[in-house]
């Protein structure tokens, strides 16, 4: 599977941005999907994830509510709408694919290059 995420870029707090992540090959509906994030001297922190068929999602807190992780199997891709974005949310943003559902990196076996998102305050 290889994966492209897309959307991000600079916005003002509060505003709000779309990331998009792509993937090739067939059996895209058969992952679990995820998005992490990683700050310049931060480690790698999980944001969300989605269940194969999409029925199933699950935030960190420090975004639940402000962002909405969703999928369209019939397109190949996942999305991260993420609201009321905060500088605190500025990172690297990563989509991730696995055949587990968690939070931990580690249960992702393939990733797409990160995309900026910068929230100035």
């Known amino acids: 599977v290889q994966l492209q995420a897309f959307g991000g870029g600079l916005v003002q707090a509060g505003g709000s941005l779309r990331l998009s992540c792509a993937a090739s090959g067939r059996t895209f509906s058969a992952y679990v999907m995820g998005w992490f994030r990683q700050a310049p001297g931060k480690e790698r922190e999980f944001v969300a994830a989605i269940s194969g068929s999409g029925a199933a999602t699950y935030y960190t807190g420090s975004v639940k509510g402000r962002f909405t992780i969703s999928r369209d199997n019939a397109k190949n891709t996942v999305f991260l709408q993420m609201n009321s974005l905060k500088p605190e949310d500025t990172a690297v943003y990563s989509c991730?694919?696995?055949?587990?559902?968690?939070?931990?990196?580690?249960?992702?076996?393939?990733w797409g290059q990160g995309t900026q998102v910068t929230v100035s305050s």
């Open positions: 991730a694919a696995g055949s587990r559902f968690g939070t931990t990196w580690a249960l992702y076996d393939y």
